[in-house]
């Protein structure tokens, strides 16, 4: 396959794996369809000793919980039930509760203190207890977000989880409401979802920390079509055993206004769409894990692995530092065959502590894995610039609709494949038109000040929402040309050589947590994760073996363009190309949390 705007055609053999999944070893298995989720539901209900049964059905936000309910009633023919949502406050003192936090703005909020209590009458919870308590024998259903909080005890707790990513699709469906009231038929979606990001994800998180422990079975209502239920050991079981070797979380794609091409041809991804615009390849807070147990897949949010075994994952040191958060993201920004994406800029880690309740910021980079002839990126300011006047002009810009002569204050550089350049919070910046991107950064990633937008309007036809009264608080007006050039623009440094090998050092900037290592390679190379997760993206060649020198799992292959990520408890792993002797160089790219000055 050929890819079209290159300065020469470069032929990609190896498939792109847009559905990674991890075997999981174990005496476990799925059950698939309603009909067999319900006869195993009832089989193990009828060898409850209890002669009244209380069956928790807890729901993480995003569950489409009136058909979901009307499944599991049906199937389990209860005697008495329970639904959280009668037992919550009324929705107008919700909304009024949660406004701190979701404030005004389109986009952004306040990350939520509230937890699951917060959201419930404690007069309504006492009596549906009471209810509970006084049917001596049968089976009280118990089914909603915050059900599981709702009841006094419980003899089977079913939990009913849910990726973000399709969270997401199911708010611009306008088939999912936010927490604790009915709004799925809101104009905007993206006010469905800052809801979500702000409030209802923090809350149900807290929860579901809580509860993981206490699975007894978990449900898998991802796929609409396709219901799917396993025990909660077999999950937890399956959380064990990935943090001992290599994997890779399920990419999602994403159209958008200044989407491109190049995944689409690449990837083999479906033809009918537009474009797609970013790839998200390694953001587990939204990423599904797809567990393959007894020859089934499972999905799971991939967060899920983080909240159950963070130090094996992240290690004691990342752990210690961020708490039970992935710090890295990998995403890719294609413009190929599209256009500029927005000129932004990202908040100081102060502002963001301060106006957001968020710990740390979007510090990020950009890594060139493709660009087209004229390929740029804008990055910095030009020198002299007087910060009033740049400011001046973008409100012109937003406020009158005339465009903004962008190259007349920002720095434009020319980009080839693999360079790599730094964008710690502050800078202005963006990437242009037909560039192949692969952004490297910490997590925050909501967090983008978007100071023009070209003129555009958005997918749903909507402008995009610009923010230049955070940005001009948060630009850093001394990076200019000369500086940028100095402390931004390929930065490598040669780290170690071997044979067949050379370790280079490619960023971030000293300012940044992140810090990234690029190997070249012809033969094996060794690495060590030090203690620490590591993030890994193949940039060059077809495919790798990812291995462990003493056998502890199985050679987990690689293709180009894949993210992987290398728990912390692997410690040692080796890189090789798959054919032997490779046809040419191969090259990796690898982040992970700087822990020295």
């Known amino acids: ?72 009633v049906s199937g389990i023919n209860p005697d008495l039930v329970i639904y959280s949502r009668d037992l919550m406050w009324p929705e107008e003192k919700i909304r009024s509760m949660v406004y701190p936090d979701v404030t005004d703005d389109r986009v952004f909020g306040y990350l939520s203190r509230l937890t699951i209590n917060d959201f419930f009458d404690p007069e309504k919870v006492s009596r549906a207890n009471d209810k509970i308590k006084s049917l001596k024998t049968g089976i009280v259903l ?18 009913g989880d849910m990726a973000r990513w399709e969270i997401q699709l199911r708010m611009r469906e306008g088939l999912v409401s936010n927490l604790g009231v009915y709004n799925r038929n809101t104009p905007d979606w993206m006010l469905l979802y800052k809801q979500g990001f702000f409030v209802d994800w923090r809350v149900c998180d807290r929860l579901k920390k809580e509860l993981m422990g ?57 033809k009918s769409k537009e474009n797609y615009a970013w790839c998200f390849n390694c953001v587990p807070e939204e990423n599904s894990l797809f567990l393959k147990i007894g020859g089934i897949v499972f999905e799971v949010p991939s967060v ?13 040191g990342v752990y210690g ?27 100081l880690t102060e502002y963001i502590r301060e106006n957001f309740g968020i710990p740390y910021t979007q510090d990020e980079s950009y890594y060139i894995m493709d660009a087209g002839r004229d390929a740029v990126v804008y990055l910095g300011l030009k020198e002299n610039i007087v910060p009033d006047h740049m400011i001046r002009d973008l409100r012109l810009s937003q406020e009158a609709s005339l465009p903004f ?129 590591n993030v890994l993206c193949l940039v060059e060649g077809n495919s790798v073996l990812v291995e462990s020198p003493a056998g502890a799992f199985k050679p987990f292959h690689i293709n180009y363009a894949e993210t992987f990520i290398i728990p912390a408890s692997v410690d040692l792993y080796t890189i090789r190309p798959e054919k032997d002797p490779p046809e040419k160089t191969y090259a990796t790219i690898k982040a992970f949390v700087r822990t020295y000055s």
């Not at 899920?304 to 004691?316: I, M, R, S």
């Open 1 to 72: 396959m050929y890819i079209r705007g290159l300065n020469q055609p470069v032929l990609i053999m190896a498939i792109f794996n847009t559905s990674p999944s991890v075997e999981i070893f174990g005496n476990f298995t799925v059950d698939v369809g309603w009909n067999a989720i319900s006869g195993k539901l009832r089989e193990n209900i009828q060898g409850l000793t209890s002669s009244g049964k209380v069956i928790v059905v807890e729901y993480y936000p995003g569950v489409m919980e009136r058909e979901t309910d009307a499944e599991l």
């Open 321 to 347: 530092r961020f708490g039970d958060e992935f710090p890295i993201r990998f995403d890719f920004l294609d413009t190929m065959g599209g256009g500029n994406l927005s000129l932004q800029v990202h908040p």
């Open 142 to 159: 118990v089914l909603g977000t915050g059900a599981a909080f709702a009841v006094s005890r419980f003899d089977m707790l079913i939990y």
């Open 405 to 533: 002569e962008a190259e007349k204050y920002v720095q434009k550089w020319p980009v080839k494949k693999h360079d790599h350049f730094l964008i710690p919070a502050g800078t202005v910046h963006c990437s242009g038109k037909d560039s192949m991107v692969l952004e490297i950064s910490a997590t925050p990633y909501i967090f983008t000040f978007k100071l023009w937008d070209w003129g555009r309007l958005g997918m749903d036809g909507k402008p995009r929402p610009i923010n230049i009264d955070h940005g001009k608080k948060v630009i850093q007006w001394n990076r200019s040309t000369s500086w940028t050039q100095e402390n931004l623009v390929n930065r490598v440094e040669i780290i170690a050589k071997g044979d067949g090998w050379t370790e280079e050092r490619t960023g971030l900037h000293k300012s940044e947590f992140i810090e990234t290592r690029r190997h070249w390679f012809t033969k094996k190379v060794t690495h060590y994760t030090g203690g620490e997760v």
């Open 214 to 270: 206490k699975w007894d079975f978990v449900l898998d209502t991802n796929d609409r079509t396709q219901p799917k239920l396993t025990t909660g050991e077999a999950v937890r079981e399956g959380l064990r055993q990935t943090v001992k070797k290599p994997f890779s979380v399920v990419p999602f794609f994403d159209p958008g206004p200044w989407g491109g091409q190049w995944m689409k041809e690449n990837f083999r991804l479906e």
């Open 304 to 316: 899920n692995l983080v909240f159950y075994q963070p130090a094996q994952l992240l290690g004691e």
